[in-house]
């Protein structure tokens, strides 16, 4: 079965550090999602990607947080600096082109801990 | 916009009873519905889906769901629960137009079950 990849599957990072996800979703994925889960809430959207193109950014820190997605394929999340309040599950997702309603595909997250 | 509310942070069954875990979403277009489930430091796996076909959804480990559009519902049920059940689960809601594809999140109900 098709999965999506994420790596690291757990970083601990120091406050004011850098730091970065990789994602790499399902092969003929066009519709690529990062969403940030804190502990005991829902995922929360923070970018959508349609191919290379940002499509939504509305709940992204632009201050410190930057998504890309050069090709189209593999993405990646970068904090800069990263703040204690950033520490979270963030997970990756990925959808057939205009079939996004239908329900995601997430991989296994990344598990961020900022001390 | 989309918003979902889950009824009951933690819930607590013994193994063999029923379980039902609510539901209740707002959407400003025909809503697809989810319900996901996720076991610790793990990603969010698909239980079922509605997606305006049969109102009365069945999905993966013998759970199911009932769209009803009058009460704004889509509860989760199972008819015994298992010990392996005991996870996160979160409903979620998209609108079934190509503009409202975002799938919103709720908070989650954690579920525990006693043996």
């Known amino acids: 079965e098709a999965e999506v990849a994420q790596s690291p599957r757990y970083k601990i990072t120091e406050k004011s550090q850098a730091v970065a996800f990789w994602c790499d979703p399902i092969s003929g994925h066009a519709t690529l999602y990062w969403y940030r889960q804190i502990l005991g809430q829902g995922p929360e959207l923070l970018v959508q990607f349609q191919d290379e193109s940002v499509v939504d950014d509305s709940q992204l820190p632009k201050d410190r947080f930057s998504a890309e997605r050069l090709k189209g394929v593999d993405s990646t999340l970068k904090i800069q600096p990263a703040e204690l309040g950033d520490s979270a599950m963030y997970l990756c997702?990925?959808?057939?082109?205009?079939?996004?309603?239908?329900?995601?595909?997430f991989g296994s997250g990344t598990r961020l801990t900022v001390v | 916009a989309q918003s979902v509310t889950q009824l009951g942070s933690h819930v607590s069954v013994s193994e063999g009873a029923l379980v039902l875990l609510r539901c209740n979403y707002s959407s400003s277009v025909p809503p697809y519905l989810f319900w996901y489930v996720q076991y610790p430091n793990q990603g969010l796996q698909l239980l079922l889906k509605?997606?305006?076909?049969?109102?009365l959804v069945k999905g993966i480990n013998g759970f199911e769901a009932e769209f009803k559009k009058s009460e704004t519902s889509f509860h989760l049920t199972k008819p015994s629960a298992h010990m392996s059940d005991a996870a996160e689960y979160f409903c979620?809601?998209?609108?079934?137009?190509?503009?409202?594809?975002?799938?919103?999140f709720g908070p989650g109900t954690s579920l525990s079950v006693i043996p």
């Open positions: 509605y997606t305006s076909a049969a109102t």
């Open positions: 979620a809601v998209s609108g079934s137009r190509a503009l409202y594809d975002k799938v919103i």
């Open positions: 997702a990925s959808s057939n082109p205009g079939q996004g309603n239908y329900g995601y595909t």
